[in-house]
């Protein structure tokens, strides 16, 4: 009865969706513009002494609701209104609810509502308090941190400095733990009493406070972790502002107000002032703006880059944006030649067009990128603009120098339709010169394969991006950064990095990084062109969303008017 | 049908596996040791032969386990029956959609031939085949949803909690997939029941005083329509499991999705498990469209 034509049906259907598929040539692709699978560095400036100054009210250690940073300058429409169900659009669905084992940017936008931090970033990158009140340096190698009292998890649980250390603990030694590298610098944790708890550091290490902010700062109920293993990527205990109820996979999750969150508004009222929260992937990005603009959903993240002038001087829609911490780059990997020649790199650098770019591919909505450092770190250094404006007859004379007699590469290119254009336009503008890159579209899976075995020439790309600038510039040129697949070494710069991470002083730190960006844009191991800007787009309803540069949708202080 | 689902999964797990791509790399991370990796792979079972691992997921399936998710550690088959409604609805509406417009076309075609009718749906036709279908998509979200505010631009509800709700967010996917299988079956209604109507039997039919509606209901249609039903059943079987683009489209959580995400995050359980069910959605539709040969036609006998 069954006949070969069965079979062939049955193969090539399954067999064509696998082809299909493996070629990602689906739109469907679960990564965010901002590439996943990154082990983050964020970071923030020095901790010291009491951050917070003292208020009356003990519980109210939050600062109070900030108007969001939009076009019609304050969010706010009178008092704070309690309740409500906010409905959020995401350009991905998230991979997993344990934040100790994620490995997506994107799953960090939940986690900022379901789990605390122990410390928050604030709108200027620097760290606020969180579930830690405060904190003190005894010395470079010691952090105290006093805790928030009366913190309960989703389960009931107390939380206190047994919890932190258990999760400290967790995170080091979970086979599976994607914070392992992050927390690194921690020797210990000691329980000093049930609200104090002491972080022993190998070193001084400016980046930690920053990597307590995300999700190496994110405290699970260690005791549900335990219990339900595996599952718990499913079924999240957190302390955070809403409590995990349901997630349907591509479909929608639902958080709901957890009553007994530790935290009050400057008024005494409760936080989060939201009843529920439901988040939808909307993975194809016309949809998502169409989303908010019939109101189907509430706020979404990252419109397309063509609507973003529209959305900037419309008044249907809020509209919020900041410098983003991201950037895209050509990375390349200096042990293939001819890349490993520094004037053949030299002259990739000096043929790049980024004020073209940025207007052809981007609409104007990014701004140019230079380096590393993102505009809205302390450390950024408006002024330093190597490699512009670009000079055809400079990159030829630098072919020429390094002798380079076939000037051809590969660059591998995630197969999206933004990354396609501009690699088309490197393309283009490398021709000038006479060299030739050959672009070659890959999976996202794919291309991280091979980046991290090495098998690769050149690699067009972005990178989420970190608030210290120690997450955007170590990971990527120190000899040991996670993120370095140029297998780039310069002992100089290895040394002004580790500098860097080892002192407190912000001033000190961006000369450091100055100095380290001088040798490293020289080397070019990485050919920058772009920083994305940090969009939100809101229904007039929303109000309160403070928009920190990283993007994550903090929901504790929103609200809905009627 | 067991011999050539045996034959789908060996060449499902092959492609599968075969696929550049490590799963491992995906869940750890670039930083984690060598020895991490190795850890998890011998964990999951990854670092055994491939026909090892395939004798043991067989052994599995063959019980009625499909595994867990390697990512969220949801079994296999609640992640499908979780979707299966989606995509049941979907498919099933869309064909509805394609058949009461490719049928009635095809007849008016057939039997006008050459009259303006005819051209109309030719062209009516071409356009609806070679439209892509995610162009139909933004056009139908156009109109409906950002001018008319007619429709929701997204999104699922459960036709159990709200029936309304539920059409008014299928319609629009519905006829995206709809329209091209309308097209291909109209244009294929059209040759088959012209080339039936040429037979000395419907002569026959006209001959001995019946009217044109009696020929063409009781005899020239059934045969006409045995290369249709081959034809639908084909198409719905993609339906039931790649109308990807139309489920990220309108961002529904169905099958199609649900394969491609497995895939990108190389969840090789999830992976196998999805299209294996797509391969027996195929078979039985294949199952159906054969008995359904026998009832058109007499003739067709299975023993």
């Known amino acids: 009865m069954v006949t070969r034509r069965d079979l062939l049906k049955g193969a090539l259907g399954t067999g064509v969706l696998l082809l299909l598929t493996a070629c990602g040539s689906q739109p469907a692709a679960p990564a965010a513009p901002s590439k996943p699978a990154e082990p983050a560095k964020p970071a923030a400036p020095p901790a010291k002494t009491e951050s917070k100054p003292a208020e009356s009210k003990p519980a109210a250690a939050a600062p109070p609701p900030q108007p969001a940073l939009t076009k019609e300058g304050s969010g706010q429409a009178g008092r704070p209104q309690p309740g409500g169900t906010i409905r959020i659009a995401l350009s991905s669905e998230i991979t997993t609810l344990d934040p100790h084992l994620s490995t997506s940017s994107q799953d960090r936008q939940i986690y900022q509502s379901v789990y605390d931090s122990l410390v928050r970033l604030g709108p200027d990158l620097n760290p606020a308090p969180g579930l830690a009140k405060s904190w003190e340096q005894s010395d470079p190698k010691t952090v105290v941190f006093k805790l928030q009292s009366g913190v309960k998890f989703h389960d009931g649980e107390p939380f206190n400095a047994a919890a932190v250390k258990a999760n400290v603990d967790r995170m080091k030694s979970h086979p599976r733990s994607l914070r392992k590298g992050e927390l690194d610098d921690i020797t210990s944790v000691d329980v000093v009493d049930e609200l104090t708890v002491k972080f022993n550091l190998k070193g001084p290490s400016s980046p930690l406070l920053s990597l307590l902010t995300d999700r190496a700062g994110m405290m699970v109920s260690t005791k549900a972790a335990e219990a339900a293993g595996d599952d718990f990527a499913r079924k999240p205990v957190g302390t955070g502002p809403f409590k995990f109820v349901e997630w349907v996979k591509d479909d929608h999750m639902t958080l709901r107000k957890w009553e007994q969150h530790w935290e009050k508004d400057a008024d005494g009222v409760q936080l989060p002032y939201l009843d529920e929260v439901i988040i939808k992937p909307i993975p194809d990005g016309t949809q998502r703006l169409t989303a908010v603009r019939t109101g189907t959903v509430d706020m979404i993240d990252t419109p397309p880059s063509k609507d973003m002038p529209a959305l900037k001087t419309g008044t249907e829609l809020k509209y919020s944006e900041q410098p983003g911490l991201a950037y895209r780059y050509i990375q390349i990997n200096v042990k293939k030649p001819p890349l490993d020649n520094k004037a053949f790199r030299q002259a990739i650098a000096w043929s790049i067009d980024r004020e073209a770019i940025n207007k052809a591919v981007f609409f104007n909505v990014g701004q140019v990128g230079y380096q590393a450092i993102p505009p809205s770190s302390f450390a950024f250094d408006p002024d330093f603009k190597p490699y512009t404006p670009r000079d055809v007859a400079r990159a030829k004379a630098k072919l020429a120098e390094s002798g380079v007699t076939d000037p051809k590469f590969t660059g591998m290119v995630p197969n999206t339709p933004e990354d396609k254009q501009l690699a088309e336009v490197f393309k283009e503008q490398l021709t000038d010169t006479g060299i030739t890159l050959e672009i070659e579209l890959l999976e996202g899976t794919v291309l991280g394969d091979r980046a991290l075995k090495r098998e690769y020439m050149a690699s067009i790309n972005g990178w989420s991006g970190r608030p210290d600038p120690d997450g955007n510039v170590y990971n990527f040129f120190h000899s040991k950064g996670a993120q370095n697949r140029s297998d780039y070494l310069n002992p100089e710069v290895d040394k002004l990095l580790d500098a860097a991470r080892s002192t407190y002083d912000n001033a000190e730190r961006k000369k450091l990084y100055s100095q380290a960006n001088e040798l490293i844009l020289d080397d070019s191991p990485i050919v920058f062109s772009q920083h994305r800007p940090e969009v939100k787009v809101m229904s007039q309803r929303v109000q309160g969303f403070v928009h920190v540069p990283d993007g994550m949708m903090r929901l504790w202080n929103v609200w809905l008017t009627k | ?303």
């Not at chain 2, 291909?184 to 059209?190: K, P, S």
Request: net charge positive.
């Open chain 2, 1 to 303: 049908m067991v011999p050539v689902l045996f034959l789908v999964s060996i060449v499902i797990f092959s492609l599968i596996h075969l696929t550049p791509g490590d799963p491992v790399i995906t869940m750890l991370g670039e930083e984690a040791t060598l020895e991490a990796r190795d850890r998890l792979r011998a964990q999951l079972g990854l670092d055994r032969p491939l026909p090892v691992q395939y004798a043991a997921w067989l052994a599995k399936v063959v019980t009625g386990d499909l595994g867990r998710s390697i990512r969220t550690n949801q079994p296999v088959a609640e992640a499908i029956t979780e979707r299966l409604p989606v995509t049941i609805q979907l498919a099933f509406l869309a064909m509805a959609i394609a058949m009461a417009i490719a049928l009635p076309v095809g007849i008016i075609a057939a039997t006008r031939r050459g009259t303006f009718a005819d051209i109309g749906s030719t062209v009516m036709c071409l356009l609806g085949v070679s439209m892509p279908n995610f162009l139909l998509a933004v056009f139908l979200v156009y109109v409906f949803s950002l001018t008319l505010r007619w429709l929701p631009p997204i999104g699922y509800i459960s036709p159990v909690q709200d029936l309304l709700g539920n059409l008014k967010g299928m319609v629009m996917p519905a006829v995206t997939l709809g329209v091209f299988a309308a097209a291909a079956t109209a244009r294929l209604t059209r040759s088959s029941l012209l080339e039936v109507l040429g037979q000395d039997y419907v002569r026959t039919g006209y001959a001995k005083g019946l009217d044109e509606r009696a020929v063409i209901r009781r005899h020239a249609m059934k045969n006409a329509l045995i290369p249709v039903v081959t034809v639908v059943g084909l198409q719905l079987g993609n339906l039931l499991g790649s109308a990807i683009v139309t489920e990220t489209i309108f961002a529904l959580p169905g099958v199609g999705r649900l394969v491609v995400d497995s895939i990108y995050q190389r969840d090789f359980p999830l992976v196998q498990g999805v299209t294996l069910y797509l391969a027996v959605i195929f078979l039985v539709v294949n199952l159906i469209v054969d008995m359904i040969y026998a009832y058109l036609d007499p003739r067709i006998r299975y023993s």
